[in-house]
């Protein structure tokens, strides 16, 4: 267990809605990613988080958007979903940009 | 831009064979290099991690890599396979400091290790 959290585990949606991961970081880290793994595109780095400030942006879709709160958790928000968003979405935590990121179990998204 | 490369996306291997999943990386810098493992359905765990200290670097459970700039490699090596071991493995190269990227990382496609009984 690497001390991140995750919720939901499993999401099953249809296309054009939207849908909200979340994540808890491990106590004491300050930063929070985000990333998609999926079976065409592997694992994608998509945003990055230091302490609620946006710090950097990957391949992230202008549909999806992402925030971290003041208590440190993040949310990333899917909108108009289409079947390709469909894929395991992670979140990952370290203490600083320079520190080991540990991962979270991921949300399952599936879009019918 | 950084990125890694690894040369096999499927490894088989008998129980008690040594392993060896093979990782090139690109970079302008002096890169922080890791290795995480992925079991079915879990999520993403760390192996082992290179961060300019010695260039041979022991993670959990037996696996170890070693750095080789000259080679632009990473290559994970473990003695002797367990099943348990089989898994996907993920070589990863994180951004350069003070760069627009810092932290993020950058993964390459996969290995999925089987071990035979």
């Known amino acids: 267990d690497s001390g991140v959290t995750q919720t939901p585990k499993h999401l099953i949606t249809a296309t054009g809605q939207r849908v909200t991961l979340r994540c808890s970081p491990r106590?004491?880290?300050?930063?929070v990613y985000w990333y998609q793994q999926s079976l065409d595109q592997g694992l994608q780095f998509l945003i990055q988080?230091?302490?609620?400030?946006?710090?950097a942006k990957g391949n992230i879709l202008e549909r999806f958007s992402a925030q971290q709160f003041p208590d440190l958790h993040s949310e990333l928000n899917l909108s108009s979903l289409e079947l390709g968003d469909s894929a395991l979405y992670f979140c990952?935590?370290?203490?600083?940009?320079?520190?080991?990121?540990?991962f979270g179990p991921g949300t399952r998204l599936t879009v019918l | 831009a950084q990125s890694v490369t690894q040369l096999d996306s499927h490894v088989s291997v008998s129980e008690g064979t040594p392993v060896l999943l093979r990782c090139n990386y690109s970079?302008?810098?002096?890169?922080?290099l890791f290795w995480y493992v992925q079991h079915p359905n879990k999520g993403l765990q760390l192996l082992l991690k290179y961060t300019s200290a010695a260039t041979l670097v022991k993670g959990i459970n037996g696996f170890e890599a070693e750095f080789k700039k000259s080679e632009t490699s990473f290559h994970l090596t473990k003695p002797s396979a367990h099943m348990s071991d089989a898994a996907e493995y993920f070589c990863v190269v994180r951004g350069a400091t003070g760069g627009t990227s810092y932290g993020k990382l950058t993964f390459g496609q996969g290995t999925i290790l089987t071990v035979h009984p």
């Open positions: 988080y230091y302490n609620g400030e946006e710090r």
């Open positions: 106590s004491g880290d300050l930063s």
């Open positions: 970079s302008s810098y002096s890169p922080s």
């Open positions: 990952a935590s370290s203490v600083d940009l320079a520190d080991t990121q540990y």
